[in-house]
């Protein structure tokens, strides 16, 4: 069952260790000013971009997979039909409680598989703007 009501929505947000995948360098982006926010209000916003060596300072992962630090959300700006991918690598990681794609982004196939594995899914929302609204 897919993650819908507020309280839930604010449970998620109160995780703070967030993996960007798709997180932009190019400031304009919603893949850049959006994690860029959460790293304004408090989340430690850990970039995956294979294209990049850095982003905000910090060291930019070639893919979740490679991702060493702990991960509480996996915050995809991927094309949906890359969520499925996604979905894989972050299954693959015991510490990966959620996945949340932003606006524009689904699929149901791979939500399914990652909540039939335990984990939470929200799909088709961004992340800055549920923040905004239930916690800032």
């Avoid at 069952?1 to 998620?12: F, G, N, T």
């Avoid at 070639?62 to 060493?68: A, T």
Wanted: charged share 30%; with cysteine.
């Amino acid at each position: 069952m897919p993650v819908e009501s507020d309280a839930e929505l604010r449970e998620i947000l109160g995780m703070t260790r967030v993996a960007v995948v798709g997180c932009s360098t190019t400031p304009g982006k919603d893949a850049h000013e959006i994690p860029k926010y959460m790293l304004d209000h408090g989340y430690e916003v850990i970039p995956v971009n294979p294209t990049a060596d850095e982003i905000f300072g910090r060291k930019a992962y070639d893919s979740l997979s490679d991702v060493e630090e702990d991960v509480e959300i996996v915050n995809v700006f991927r094309p949906s039909d890359e969520v499925a991918g996604i979905v894989e690598e972050a299954l693959g990681r015991e510490d990966a409680a959620v996945i949340w794609t932003q606006l524009g982004i689904a699929d149901a196939e791979a939500a399914e598989r990652a909540e039939n594995a335990g984990r939470r899914v929200v799909q088709d929302k961004c992340i800055k703007v549920e923040h905004q609204k239930l916690v800032a």
